[in-house]
């Protein structure tokens, strides 16, 4: 028994009402007698509860339903009335709930403590022991049987994700106003991935690789960010589906996206392998996490839990991502769950799935056909598929993938960075037998073709002779540059003056040119027309032509001396 535990139950009594304390002195302690003093009469109750028949009693008449009360006021963070209430919401009635609450106050189980808004409860200290034996997590999330345990392979896998990177790398896949996918899309990846094809599971996968970050909007169409994928795969299977189910049910601050990926991986593990529960206790469970949310601080940056999710957050902060709550975005933690294979339905229960816990790490293993087809074998990690996505083209995912090699898939590859040796390397590092000559003839023809014509876009650097040397010799400036376009003209690695700036600002080659921009073509700079009938009919009927600055005042003044001069027809005159 603690003894801020027991001045908290002092004074939770001594603020009561009077009408109220006089009451429950009469009912515990008899009459009272005169003169009284509030605090002896406070000692006596004490002593009362202190007895051992008295506990012995108090927790005798303790029912099922009066254990699970006093469960979640014992598990949750804040176990206020409502919170209480909201946990228990699918079993009993407001009513019912309400009406037991009240009856565990007055029986002097639970007491109320200072609550913020609204009352928040907690365990009589004298009592405070024997209840923890007979109640705690256990009984909120207790098992309805047992059976034997038939593990199934979730449906996003390292080659799911693979499938989706290369689906919407290759492709330019619009989406709608409420950032829906459409149809077309939906049935062209529904085509090839059939595992995925559950009622509502790829809008929730979309919705959910959006609200990370992993697929961004541009120009209207999703794109993977490469970059955020790559931090991506270098987590385990399980911390993917963990995040993967945390993002499905919105999106979020970066912090709380780990917290709920936390809770995600902790529900999967606090249920029994080959355990059957109802669905209201794994929603019970799940709300049970979901309460911590508002509650938990930062990670410690010592933790495991930081240690394993912490560094490779991949939480989109990036405007050009808009907030993704349409189409696909889950209830509940437990809804996730169950969507990416934490848990499984059977006959009406629920149980989890060890192998949604369990990480691939089957060394990497395809064939390459003849016919430019690439199939996966399962099990690979998915740091070591993606760059195989960024050359081949899903076709099919089942239990091993296929994949399609096709000029266009290649060619995005060459755009890309990469050359038809490196392509040629990573399809015979992980080739069973070998890469057929005819594909290798085609890479070396595709990438000729590919060469033979280059188009550029961005800042390109001239340097005279005399300037020349520095920039060739400066390494800083070296690694900044994209491409040698000819000695002494280099394309940078800039999209903006800014990043130029960086350039110069960190290799110091010299001083910073001002980019030098050609005069574009315009038509209105053009001479007014001088034809017949180009005075005041050129006017008529059509908008005025943009003339710029002292050509437009000197077009209306020639239109001012061409009225004056014309005779009277009806047209006012225009003073000068």
Not at 8 to 34: C, N, V
Not at 143 to 150: D, H, I, K, R
Not at 302 to 315: V, Y
Not at 408 to 422: H, I, K, L, N, P
Request: positive net charge; hydrophobic residues 40%; contains cysteine.
């Amino acid at each position: 028994m603690r003894a801020e535990s027991v001045a908290a139950w002092r004074e939770s009594i001594l603020r009561l009402p009077d009408q109220h304390f006089f009451d429950l002195m009469r009912l515990y302690l008899g009459a009272i007698k005169t003169p009284f003093n509030k605090q002896k009469l406070l000692e006596e109750l004490a002593a009362f509860l202190r007895r051992n028949d008295t506990r012995e009693r108090m927790l005798e008449v303790l029912d099922p339903m009066d254990l699970l009360v006093l469960s979640a006021v014992r598990e949750l963070p804040v176990p206020s009335q409502g919170a209480v209430i909201d946990l228990f919401r699918s079993e009993y009635s407001f009513a019912e709930l309400y009406e037991r609450i009240l009856n565990l106050e007055e029986r002097l189980v639970i007491y109320r403590r200072d609550g913020d808004r609204e009352r928040v409860y907690a365990v009589n200290p004298w009592i405070e022991e024997a209840v923890a034996e007979r109640t705690g997590r256990s009984l909120l999330i207790a098992a309805e049987g047992f059976e034997e345990p038939s593990p199934a392979l979730p449906a996003v896998d390292s080659l799911t994700l693979a499938g989706i990177y290369s689906f919407f790398l290759h492709g330019s896949e619009t989406v709608k106003n409420d950032g829906g996918l459409k149809k077309r899309t939906l049935d062209a990846l529904g085509a090839a991935l059939p595992r995925c094809s559950a009622a509502g599971f790829l809008e929730t996968l979309v919705a959910s690789l959006s609200n990370i970050g992993l697929l961004v909007r541009r120009d209207g169409a999703l794109a993977p960010d490469s970059a955020r994928w790559e931090a991506f795969a270098a987590l385990s299977s399980p911390e993917r589906r963990a995040y993967l189910a945390a993002a499905a049910m919105g999106r979020t601050s970066r912090e709380r996206l780990r917290f709920r990926a936390a809770d995600a991986l902790e529900l999967a593990s606090s249920l029994e392998s080959g355990a059957l529960y109802r669905v209201e206790t794994v929603s019970r469970l799940a709300a049970l996490l979901s309460a911590r949310e508002n509650l938990r601080g930062p990670l410690r940056p010592g933790s495991r839990l930081a240690s394993i999710i912490g560094p490779a957050a991949p939480a989109s902060e990036t405007p050009d991502t808009p907030p993704h709550q349409g189409p696909g975005v889950l209830s509940d933690l437990a809804a996730a769950a169950a969507a990416f294979g934490f848990t499984q339905s059977s006959e009406g229960f629920v149980r989890g799935n060890p192998l949604a816990l369990e990480n691939e790490e089957a060394p990497l293993s395809f064939v390459v056909s003849p016919s430019f087809t690439v199939t996966l074998m399962p099990g690979a990690p998915l740091s070591a598929l993606l760059p195989l996505a960024r050359f081949l083209e899903v076709e099919d995912i089942q239990t091993a993938a296929r994949f399609g090699l096709s000029r266009s898939s290649v060619t995005a590859a060459f755009d890309q960075g990469m050359t038809a040796d490196e392509v040629a390397a990573a399809l015979e590092s992980g080739s069973a037998h070998g890469l057929p000559g005819n594909v290798r003839f085609s890479l070396d023809d595709w990438y000729r073709s590919w060469s033979s014509a280059s188009l550029f876009h961005g800042y390109v650097l001239r340097a005279d002779e005399s300037r020349r040397l520095a920039f060739e010799k400066n390494p800083r400036f070296q690694r900044s540059v994209r491409k040698l376009l000819a000695p002494g003209v280099w394309l940078l690695e800039a999209e903006s003056e800014e990043e130029v700036r960086e350039i110069f600002s960190d290799s110091r080659p010299g001083p910073v040119p001002k980019p030098a921009r050609g005069k574009p073509f315009c038509r209105a700079l053009r001479e007014p027309s001088t034809h017949a009938g180009a005075g005041i009919a050129g006017f008529r009927g059509r908008r005025r032509p943009p003339f710029p600055g002292s050509r437009r005042r000197s077009r209306c003044r020639r239109f001012r001396r061409y009225l004056r001069r014309r005779p009277s027809r009806g047209i006012p005159s225009v003073r000068p």
